[in-house]
């Protein structure tokens, strides 16, 4: 290890430590009574125990037993055989204390998100928030740091019975116009509640507004380093249900919980970032160059080439569902082909125009096909992997598509390159695994895992009609 490495380690192993005792300090002190520990299965849904806090400076060491099967399990809770996942084998639910926040939504209780490892203390293979960090060694051994951003939208109502006797549906709570005024007076005194149990959590709010959909709303937390990004996902994802329910209401983030409303969509947004000598990043937005049309660099264009490369398998793990293939369709801006443009909101990869008086720092890519019933973990990670990818191959991402490609007749759509993302999550997750580089990168135990899961929610709700598939998404995500 050199000098450099030892003391990022170090300086890693003393923030863990003060980390610690702070969370010990502020759930003394601040009337908690139980901590959560939250992790993402492969099934996209967040799962987790919770310890007492009398316990919680051992639990915080030590962790919480847990199965291996769970990460076996899909999210109808049927338990798929895998081997290395059965009912022998245990590992440990660790929390990283640095994520520890009190649950404004849930008075007495605290959070953290959480890895899951070996009894011996060392990372299990199948651990989602592992994966994420192993691709972002990889990005800093090339010299590079991502910050990243989730941009959800959820759907706002109320769970009422089917009156014909089916499963039960997804009322929005408003039939209001995109952006309008009406929607925000409809949606505010919830949207307040959830700003402030945001903030609470330090999830810094930089926007919100009624979207398209019946009941949709969309509130966009600030970039920050990848880990954090994923995790304040995880957090985010808790907090907009965990209002709702306080409230009486229900609140969904899955792609399509209503079948005849908008979607919605989780746009991950990333930006690469030069690592000085110390590791840390040095401020310099490594996508950005005012000399070129769009301002992307060299890097940013290779990077975007790794993305479309790989998109069909990568699709599978960003939009994990069977759930989100009823929105990736033409024409509904949220991106059906294998293209990138400037501010394209058709296209599956966006360069963002840059802000006024932030040209530089503002450069960032925008990848459409992405969605909350995804694991925020596995999807981050994959898309650094693509990217990284383009980078080491200098993949060429060929021309900028600048015009709806469902405009454009089949040859020129050739032409460009612009094939069709895959239309359900059995071809995503075909793609998957024909794809050699994603499926090294999850390695042998994770990528049997998440393809059994998948494929046993594929066949489960290839048997039902849509009712099902939208109740069971709508009251799981």
């Known amino acids: 290890m050199t000098d450099a490495a030892e003391s990022a380690a170090g300086a890693r192993d003393q923030a863990r430590a003060s980390a610690a005792i702070s969370a010990r300090q502020q759930a003394r002190h601040g009337g908690i009574s139980l901590v959560r520990f939250l992790y993402a299965d492969h099934g996209g ?59 404004p939504y849930a008075p007495g209780a605290a959070a953290m998100a959480s ?20 691709a972002i060694a990889a990005l800093a051994a090339e010299g590079y ?53 945001l903030e609470a959590q330090r999830l810094e709010v930089e926007h919100y507004y009624p979207e398209l959909g019946h009941g949709q709303q969309e ?39 209503v079948p005849d409303q908008a979607g ?56 994990g569902s069977v759930n989100s293939y009823r929105r990736l369709a033409p024409q509904t801006w949220s991106s059906a082909y294998t293209i990138y443009g400037m501010d394209n909101r058709e296209a599956a990869v966006r360069i963002a125009s840059v802000l006024r008086g932030d040209p530089a720092s503002s450069v960032n890519l925008e990848l459409k ?39 454009l007749s089949d040859a020129e759509r050739a032409r460009l390159g612009a094939r069709r993302l895959p239309g359900s999550l059995e071809a995503a997750l075909n793609a998957l695994e024909a794809d050699d580089l994603l499926m090294t990168a999850l390695g042998p135990l994770r990528s049997r895992a998440y393809l059994a899961v998948k494929r046993s929610e594929v066949a489960d709700f290839a048997a039902h009609d849509a009712a099902y598939e939208c109740f069971h998404h709508f009251t799981k995500i």
């Not at 006797?165 to 925000?184: E, H, I, N, Q």
């Not at 920050?224 to 969904?252: C, I, K, M, Q």
């Not at 994959?382 to 080491?392: P, Y």
Request: glycine share 10%; aromatic share 6%; proline share 8%.
């Open 264 to 319: 919605n969509g989780t746009h991950l947004h990333g930006s690469l970032f030069e690592l000085g000598p110390d590791g840390a990043p040095t401020g310099r937005n490594v996508f950005a160059d005012s000399r070129d049309q769009y301002g992307l660099s060299d890097i940013g264009y290779h990077f975007i080439g790794g993305v479309l490369a790989h998109l069909p398998a990568l699709t599978a793990l960003t939009c």
């Open 45 to 103: 849904i967040v799962r987790g125990k919770a310890t007492h806090a009398s316990g919680l400076e051992a639990r915080m060491t030590s962790g919480i037993g847990h199965t291996v099967a769970m990460m076996a399990m899909n999210m109808l809770d049927h338990l798929q055989p895998v081997e290395g996942m059965g009912p022998v084998g245990e590992v440990r639910i660790v929390p990283d204390p640095q994520t520890f926040v009190p649950l």
């Open 219 to 257: 509130v966009v937390i600030r970039h920050a380093p990848a880990l954090r990004a994923a995790d304040n996902h995880l957090l985010y994802r808790e907090t907009v249900r965990g209002v709702a329910f306080r409230r009486g209401v229900w609140a969904s983030l899955a792609p399509k919980p």
């Open 145 to 197: 740091a991502m910050r990243a951003a989730f941009e959800p939208e959820f759907t706002l109502g109320q769970r009422e019975p089917d009156p014909d006797g089916g499963p039960d549906r997804l009322v929005p709570a408003d039939d209001s116009l995109c952006y309008s005024s009406t929607g925000f007076q409809r949606a505010h005194d919830f949207t307040m509640d959830l700003v402030q149990a």
């Open 115 to 134: 890895d899951l490892v070996r009894p011996d203390g060392q990372p299990w293979e199948a651990c989602a928030r592992t994966f994420l960090k192993q």
């Open 369 to 407: 096909p992405s969605d909350s019933s995804a694991n925020p973990y596995l999807a981050l990670g994959a898309f650094i992997h693509a990217g990284l990818d383009g980078i080491r191959g200098k993949l060429d991402p060929g021309a900028a598509v600048n015009v709806d490609p469902a405009t």
